[in-house]
């Protein structure tokens, strides 16, 4: 929203208070100046106001709530490495995997963004972030949902439901790309089945193999 607001010298004692809505909906008011002080003061008090976020969901890092339009959030939820449950086509796999971070965005319930990376360590806003290893994922890292019809989001915590989605989901390898995904990519990735058939039964995913995006979390959050 824009608000500009304007004095003039010969009607000093109020304001002329102009509001354009993101959507270009103007609106013109004119106020008394001790009502137009008044009406900054208590903005200014609402800003220092605590927001209640709920909930949190499983793996929460970061998050940021609208302060005035409701069901409206970003979220982080972080994942460290251990074992996942992978679908491919029919198989199931419990495979290792790397750090994952998902960056979820909401707005009036809708999801509007949905982007998951890998990650190594602690994570921090400086942490380089890291191209997912597996199926469902473009290469900037936006999260292919395919045919399903995602949950609607009243609170943060049903972002457990979304990531519960993306891993219940069968991958194919229509967004697999060992090329853009891994560094040298070794003979074992150059198919997600063979990939997946090489980590079943290991303790440990091969972060060596990881290739960087190019970005760190900070400037995905």
Known sequence: MQLISKIKDDVADVVHVQATSDSGETVKKILPMKKYIELLTDSMEDSQKMVSIGQIPNGYHDGKV???EPDTFSVTIALPKGLQQIVYGTS??????????FVIEVKKQRIIKSVVYAYKGELTEDSP???YPFGNV???????????????????KDVDKVIA???GSPTNDDLYSPESN???PPEYVLSQRAFLEFLKGKDEFPENILMETGNVLAEVF
């Open 66 to 68: 609208h302060p005035y």
């Open 92 to 101: 199931s796999y419990s495979v290792p995997v790397p750090g994952l971070v």
């Open 129 to 131: 972030l890291y191209h």
């Open 138 to 156: 473009y290469c900037n890292g936006k999260i292919c949902w395919g045919g399903n019809s995602l949950p609607k989001c009243n609170v943060m």
């Open 165 to 167: 989605l993306f891993f």
């Open 182 to 184: 891994f560094l040298d």
